[in-house]
């Protein structure tokens, strides 16, 4: 039994890695195959309707899509491991310029949204389960259930008419960049990413406030209050650590989807996140655009997972034996 | 009962707020623990005496539990008035207590040095430098082996009984006046079961803490304590010297509790005799008994036991017994 060792934690992070890279590859393959087997062409739509079969059997075989399926699957992981980039039809531009670009907004916006999401969601969650059935516990409950309702967008769209039109602290939308306006930028990120992370909030409180419910049942907690700890050792110290490991496992899920883009709020705020990106790329039928920023969305999650298995290692001692 | 008590519980009485209505755990329950001295508590599960327990370190949750009536005096303290902040400041310091689940009762994810170690930081100001160093002296005192190195183990890594030698060393740190053990070795295999008393043995004549032993386990009580507490449904049925108890048990359920321990070689001419049982079972903490609570399972009971309810009575030198039979000797039953 011994002392926890670097060896097993090491194992622990190697295996998880593995994981991760197998599904990657998963990944990977079903992204190309629905996308392969998907109508619409892009020879077709590069060239309009009027084109000819010669020029488009031409161009057919100058983007490679009359070679075989593992050709063309192997060409394109091939090429996104060596870093190079295809080129977007609908942009003409790298593709992974234009990715970095509006991972620039999407990026922050999760964290921001995550960041609004936890601060609100595990006092609500502690202050609820303190307080089981009685009114504080009760409004909580409540407050989250309307949380639970509320479609973002309608929040978002709430949200600009209180802050922008009315009281005029924020800019109704659009993003002015981070180079030209880094205040501005982040800024502009706020209102979204609150609309964002209340909703998530919402279910993360619940969570938080179940989970600390089973926790404050154990017989460590008893333990703790048996040794004349103050209540706020017992909740911070004993309790808590416990109730969020749970709490972590949907938190990444959330982090891994808002990773990949808010299609609806960035929209609403008319922010060049990746939502927007793969939204427009898809009706123009931009294959390449498409399928890496499809991959780097599932990637994302995939990714986050796999943080959130590390950060388990962090917070639970026990996981190394699994 | 000496006035000079370290705890002296009168007439606690608790309720519960269950499904099925209000139920009474505890029902005027008398005791007394002089400094030093080892009070063993003996019942069935349920009949109070973990209830009773927690009701001493202020740990029952209200609601459910209310407690209605009753002092709790610890060295001439009432616990039962004192603030939340001022029973804080005795839980652990000056009344520890040690619970039935090893396995359940350390936080698994903090390290055991750190959880020995907590009492010390809280009550005695300690640094954390001196209060591990303080942690690592208790492991070693409730024989862990290579307790210094096990300080940053999680409670994972260690087996049932050495996760109760932790129990113990951070239930004691503070050197309490005052340790109760809620059926400190009902968890553990047998031969864990005589180490961890032992161990509580020679920690207790070190400290001179005085134990208050809760357990189901009249052979537990036979080595540990040197005065017995039955305990029934909510209430002390009889209370005497460990000795007298075992040589001459009053009440007819002390009597079924002590037919029910196996003897090993105890028949001679090795005739095979089935282990006694006490018939029937624990009433409902909701249920209205108007007469005696054990009548209903008594092998002596008669009409008087089930309409009213005898009273604790002085039956001899330290022994009080809750039972008609003392008014009424010879309605005693002789069995064959």
């Not at chain 1, 967008?153 to 960049?177: C, D, R, T, Y």
């Not at chain 2, 902040?85 to 009762?105: L, N, V």
């Not at chain 2, 002085?314 to 309605?331: D, V």
Request: with cysteine.
């Amino acid at each position: 039994m011994g002392p926890p060792g670097l060896f097993p934690m090491l194992r622990y992070v190697l295996i998880k890695f593995a994981t991760l890279v197998l599904l990657l590859i998963l990944v990977s393959l079903t992204v190309f195959a629905v996308l392969f087997v998907l109508p619409g062409d892009p020879a077709q739509i590069i060239l309009g309707i009027h084109a000819t079969p010669e020029s488009l059997a031409r161009l057919r075989a100058e983007l490679g899509l009359d070679r075989p399926f593992f050709t063309q699957y192997a060409d394109w992981v091939g090429n996104l491991l060596l870093g190079r980039s295809a080129l977007s039809i609908h942009y003409k531009m790298p593709v992974f310029e234009l990715v970095a670009s509006r991972l620039a907004v999407t990026g922050p916006l999760a964290l921001l949204a995550m960041l609004f999401a936890v601060a609100f969601a595990v006092p609500l969650g502690i202050y609820a389960a303190r307080h089981q059935n009685r009114p504080q516990d009760l409004a909580v409950m409540a407050f989250t259930q309307v949380g639970l309702a509320t479609p973002e967008f309608w929040l978002g769209i709430l949200l600009v008419l209180l802050f922008s039109v009315e009281l005029n602290w924020f800019a109704a939308g659009g993003f002015p960049g981070w180079a030209a306006d880094p205040l501005g930028s982040l800024k502009a990120l706020l209102l979204p990413a609150f609309a964002l992370g209340i909703i998530r909030a919402a279910i993360l409180a619940r969570l938080t406030r179940s989970s600390m419910l089973d926790v404050l049942r154990e017989d460590y907690i008893r333990t703790a209050r048996a040794k004349g700890l103050r209540e706020r050792t017992v909740i911070y110290v004993h309790a808590l650590r416990n109730a969020l490991i749970p709490v972590l496992t949907i938190l990444g899920l959330q982090l891994g989807q808002l990773l990949a883009g808010a299609i609806i709020i960035e929209n609403v705020f008319f922010l060049p996140g990746l939502g927007r990106l793969v939204f427009t790329a898809i009706g123009m039928r931009d294959l390449p655009v498409v399928r890496d920023v499809v991959l780097l969305m599932a990637a994302a999650v995939v990714f986050v997972n796999f943080l959130v298995d590390l950060a388990y290692a962090a917070v639970d001692p026990r996981i190394e034996l699994h | 009962m000496s006035d000079a008590a370290l705890l002296r519980i009168e007439a606690l009485r608790v309720s519960f707020r269950t499904p099925e209505g209000p139920g009474t755990a505890v029902d005027g329950v008398d005791l007394a623990v002089a400094a030093g001295e080892t009070l063993g508590v003996v019942g069935e599960s349920g009949c109070g005496k973990s209830v009773t327990a927690l009701a001493v370190l202020g740990l029952l949750a209200v609601p459910p539990a209310r407690i209605e009536t009753g002092t709790i005096r610890f060295d001439g303290r009432d616990l039962l008035r004192l603030g939340e902040e001022e029973r804080r400041r005795i839980r652990g310091r000056e009344i520890a207590m040690i619970f039935q689940e090893p396995m359940t009762s350390l936080n698994p994810v903090l390290p055991i040095g750190r959880q020995v170690a907590e009492p010390l930081r809280v009550h005695l100001g300690l640094t954390e430098a001196e209060a591990r160093e303080a942690a690592a002296g208790w492991l070693e005192k409730v024989k862990i082996p290579a307790a210094r190195r096990r300080l940053a183990d999680y409670p994972h890594q260690l087996s049932g009984g050495m996760r109760q030698r932790v129990m113990i060393a951070m239930a004691m740190v503070c050197r309490p006046r005052l340790l109760i053990a809620d059926e400190p070795t009902t968890a553990l295999d047998v031969t864990i079961q005589a180490q961890i008393l032992s161990l509580m043995r020679d920690l207790k004549e070190e400290t001179g803490t005085a134990l208050l032993l809760i357990t189901h386990n009249l052979g537990v009580v036979a080595q540990m304590a040197a005065r017995v507490l039955v305990m029934y449904a909510g209430q002390v049925v009889e209370e005497a010297p460990v000795a007298a108890l075992f040589e001459e048990p009053f009440h007819p359920y002390t009597q079924g509790l002590l037919r029910s321990i196996p003897v090993l070689g105890g028949r001679a001419g090795g005739a095979k005799t089935r282990l006694a049982e006490i018939p029937g079972l624990v009433p409902a903490i909701t249920e209205r008994i108007a007469g005696c609570r054990f009548a209903g399972r008594c092998p002596h009971a008669f009409a008087l036991c089930r309409e009213d309810p005898p009273a604790l009575w002085a039956i001899g030198p330290g022994r009080r017994a809750r039972c008609w039979l003392h008014l009424h000797p010879e309605r005693r039953r002789h069995h064959g």
